[in-house]
């Protein structure tokens, strides 16, 4: 049994969340695509995770703990939501009139093609900079599946790459 550590004072939780914001906004925006949507989600986990701030354990994993309470709240919001489709965002996707070979795709928006759970993993990885145990420990997965998500992922991103 752990010995019940100190709970994280305003002040403490509030420079661990400014640590982590840009990594939270993009996860977020990694589930949902939105940034209105990301938004959101990133202020209901500060919220959650603050009036929960008891239950962490170990301040210095607070970065996965957060990311975790934030994949709860996009996935949350996603269930909620109704499938709709941005315009904005198709018009990139259809073919256009004239045919550019020079156009490449970029790496990013090969990310944002990926699968949710392909583009999340990928996004913490390489864009974030977790490690496969924290990633692990954010999406409630095992460190294996991490594993193959990235695998996954890289697998799906050559073949988009070289198709443009």
């Not at 202020?43 to 934030?70: G, H, Y």
């Not at 390489?126 to 193959?148: C, D, H, M, N, P």
């Amino acid at each position: 049994m752990f010995t019940p550590q100190e709970v994280l004072d305003k002040e403490a939780f509030c420079t661990q969340v400014i640590a982590c914001q840009e990594t939270m906004f993009r996860t977020a925006k990694a589930i949902l695509r939105q940034d209105e949507d990301a938004e959101d989600a990133v202020q209901e986990a500060i919220c959650t995770a603050f009036a929960s701030r008891d239950s962490l354990r170990d301040v210095q994993r607070f970065r996965p703990w957060i990311l975790r309470i934030l994949t709860n709240k996009c996935y949350d919001l996603c269930r909620k939501r109704r499938p709709t489709v941005d315009l904005d965002e198709m018009a990139d996707r259809l073919p256009s009139d004239s045919p550019d070979h020079d156009q490449r795709m970029t790496l990013w928006q090969a990310v944002l093609s990926l699968s949710d759970e392909l583009r999340v993993t990928v996004t913490l990885f390489y864009y974030e900079g977790l490690s496969v145990r924290e990633i692990g420990q954010a999406l409630g997965i095992s460190e294996a599946a991490v594993k193959t998500r990235l695998s996954r992922g890289r697998a799906r991103l050559r073949l988009l790459l070289e198709e443009k």
